[in-house]
């Protein structure tokens, strides 16, 4: 399902929305991971299906 949404709503959007989670919270568990972050840095074209 992770995947999916990543699709829908893009890999920024999911990455701001953990942020905020993890602010929040103050719970490392919320961070986004470090492979979503490179996604983000990457661009779309990192991420997108042949």
């Not at 399902?1 to 893009?10: D, K, P, Q, R, V």
């Not at 961070?31 to 042949?50: E, I, K, M, N, Q």
């Amino acid at each position: 399902m992770a995947f999916e949404m990543l699709e829908t709503i893009g890999p920024d959007r999911v990455r701001g929305g953990l942020r905020a989670l993890c602010a929040a919270y103050r719970e490392p568990a919320h961070a986004p991971a470090p492979l979503l972050d490179r996604l983000v840095t990457a661009g779309p074209r990192a991420f997108s299906r042949p």
